[in-house]
């Protein structure tokens, strides 16, 4: 089809059963792939072959700074994404146009690690064909527009949505779709780690890929143990939403850094490398000792670790039996730990940026137990997550604005499906 037929398609509804499936507002999902259209148009001209494809953001669910110590996570795909219009060349070459971003030209021929594009979109698009290759897939020359409503800095993963984009691009142009989203999940990894230079685990990926609620162990990071919950949060009657509180991420890389730092000085005191594989009963055991040797936040941080893995199961059991109110129960005592023994809620080197525990503050007293709210993903600043009766949605919304300013806040819905091509 060329861009006059799809763009007749969206229009008259072919797509709506997909539309309906990802995202609340159908209209606005036609109105936003119709001028993504019309962009890739100016680009490229009126072109064949135009294929439709779209990549969620992901968000924690529970499971806060687990994974890098090879522990377990749940988290979900978000019907905020990445979205592309593309087709096949036969130049041999990628060609990614972002809205905002220059245009990326990656050069099939060379899928050598560049170090000129460290840190760059170029060298995720570059090292995802890399995996492809190396995995003995195919790869082709294409040509895209994106465009994504994955709000950057705000713990939701845009980076990731974009791999797992480009993965199912090529995927479903080259590959008859016939990649599994767990291989998917891996090749964006390697993209990320090798390529772009950024030492990630694999969680923003799997959830990304595989999409719904995402159950993941992490004890064999290399091929962790995927679940898939189905599960609707309207039937509960809450929405899930994140808090964005403005907070400066800059300066706070020793922060992130000390968590796993000091995590892994407790590992290694109890002769292992991470406290996935620690015992617990002898940490517990010795925990005088431990402390002249690691000090007390070291300890209070594997106490997070060691009560949040059980967190991550009670919940993962509240979730696939339908008890939301014990769902909830865990969201709260997540964030409880968060604030009291992970201390990831502002940094000790700017305490007048406490964006994060002001934000869970005013949450609680609007809620009054009734729903939760947590810090979400790496902390130190950024945004919190909460779970919202609908009934009391629009009062928090206002609530929640006057103090961080018009938009902050953001209604989500966990999606069924990661990445995806619409049809």
Same mark, same amino acid.
């Given at each position: 089809?060329?861009? %006059?037929?799809?763009?007749?398609?969206?229009?008259?509804?072919?797509?709506?059963?997909?539309?309906?499936?990802?995202?609340?507002?159908?209209?606005?999902?036609?109105?936003?792939?119709?001028?993504?259209?019309?962009?890739?148009?100016?680009?490229?001209?009126?072109?064949?072959?135009?294929?439709?494809?779209?990549?969620?953001?992901?968000?924690? +669910?529970?499971?806060?700074?687990?994974?890098?110590?090879?522990?377990?996570?749940?988290?979900?795909?978000?019907?905020?994404?990445?979205?592309?219009?593309?087709?096949?060349?036969?130049?041999?070459?990628?060609?990614? %146009?972002?809205?905002?971003?220059?245009?990326?030209? +990656?050069?099939?021929?060379?899928?050598?690690?560049?170090?000129?594009?460290?840190?760059?979109?170029?060298?995720?698009?570059? $090292?995802?064909?890399? #995996?492809?290759?190396?995995?003995?897939?195919?790869?082709?020359?294409?040509?895209?527009?994106?465009?994504?409503?994955?709000?950057?800095?705000?713990?939701?993963? /845009?980076? #990731?949505?974009?791999?797992?984009?480009?993965?199912?691009?090529?995927?479903?142009?080259?590959?008859?779709?016939?990649?599994?989203?767990?291989?998917?999940? %891996?090749?964006?990894?390697?993209?990320?780690?090798?390529?772009?230079?950024?030492?990630?685990?694999?969680?923003?990926?799997?959830? /990304?890929?595989?999409?719904?609620?995402?159950?993941?162990?992490?004890?064999?990071?290399?091929?962790?143990?995927?679940?898939?919950?189905?599960?609707?949060?309207?039937?509960?009657?809450?929405?899930?939403?994140?808090?964005?509180?403005? $907070?400066?991420?800059?300066?706070?890389?020793?922060?992130?850094?000390?968590?796993?730092?000091?995590?892994?000085?407790?590992?290694?005191?109890?002769?292992?490398?991470?406290?996935?594989? #620690?015992?617990?009963?002898?940490?517990?055991?010795?925990?005088?000792? +431990?402390?002249?040797?690691?000090?007390?936040?070291?300890?209070?941080?594997?106490?997070?670790?060691?009560?949040?893995?059980?967190?991550?199961?009670?919940?993962?059991?509240?979730?696939?039996?339908?008890?939301?109110?014990?769902?909830?129960?865990?969201?709260?005592?997540?964030?409880?730990?968060?604030?009291?023994?992970?201390?990831?809620?502002?940094?000790?080197?700017?305490?007048?940026?406490?964006?994060?525990?002001?934000?869970? #503050?005013?949450?609680?007293?609007?809620?009054?137990?009734?729903?939760?709210?947590?810090?979400?993903?790496?902390?130190?600043?950024?945004?919190?997550?909460?779970?919202?009766?609908?009934?009391?949605?629009?009062?928090? +919304?206002?609530?929640?604005?006057?103090?961080?300013?018009?938009?902050?806040?953001v209604p989500l819905n966990i999606r069924p499906v990661g990445g995806y091509e619409i049809v």
């Amino acid at each position: 089809m060329n861009i %006059k037929e799809i763009k007749s398609k969206i229009a008259e509804g072919s797509f709506d059963k997909s539309f309906v499936m990802l995202y609340d507002d159908v209209e606005k999902a036609k109105k936003r792939y119709s001028k993504a259209c019309d962009e890739f148009v100016k680009l490229y001209g009126d072109r064949d072959n135009i294929r439709l494809f779209s990549a969620p953001g992901r968000t924690e +669910i529970g499971g806060n700074h687990t994974d890098h110590q090879h522990g377990c996570v749940l988290a979900g795909s978000v019907d905020l994404d990445v979205i592309a219009v593309v087709s096949t060349n036969d130049d041999g070459v990628v060609r990614i %146009k972002s809205e905002g971003y220059p245009m990326d030209e +990656i050069d099939l021929d060379d899928l050598n690690i560049n170090k000129s594009e460290i840190g760059r979109a170029a060298s995720l698009i570059r $090292g995802v064909c890399a #995996a492809f290759r190396n995995n003995g897939y195919n790869v082709g020359g294409f040509d895209a527009y994106t465009t994504s409503n994955v709000l950057k800095g705000s713990g939701l993963s /845009s980076s #990731a949505a974009f791999e797992v984009l480009v993965s199912n691009i090529l995927n479903g142009l080259f590959n008859d779709a016939k990649v599994d989203a767990v291989s998917i999940a %891996k090749f964006s990894q390697f993209a990320e780690r090798e390529f772009f230079g950024k030492p990630c685990g694999l969680l923003d990926q799997m959830a /990304s890929s595989v999409g719904g609620f995402t159950y993941a162990d992490f004890n064999d990071p290399a091929n962790p143990i995927i679940e898939k919950i189905d599960l609707d949060l309207h039937d509960f009657g809450f929405t899930l939403c994140v808090v964005d509180t403005g $907070g400066n991420h800059a300066d706070l890389t020793q922060d992130y850094a000390d968590i796993t730092i000091e995590c892994r000085e407790i590992s290694n005191y109890l002769g292992v490398n991470f406290l996935r594989d #620690a015992d617990e009963d002898v940490f517990r055991a010795d925990i005088a000792a +431990i402390r002249s040797k690691c000090g007390d936040r070291a300890i209070l941080r594997a106490f997070h670790f060691f009560n949040e893995q059980r967190r991550v199961e009670c919940q993962r059991s509240a979730l696939k039996s339908g008890d939301f109110s014990e769902f909830l129960k865990y969201v709260n005592a997540s964030g409880e730990s968060s604030y009291k023994f992970l201390q990831n809620l502002y940094s000790n080197s700017n305490t007048s940026e406490q964006g994060l525990s002001l934000a869970i #503050a005013l949450t609680q007293e609007y809620l009054d137990d009734c729903g939760a709210c947590r810090v979400h993903g790496g902390g130190f600043a950024g945004t919190i997550q909460c779970y919202v009766p609908n009934d009391g949605l629009d009062g928090y +919304i206002e609530m929640i604005e006057s103090a961080f300013g018009k938009g902050s806040c953001v209604p989500l819905n966990i999606r069924p499906v990661g990445g995806y091509e619409i049809v």
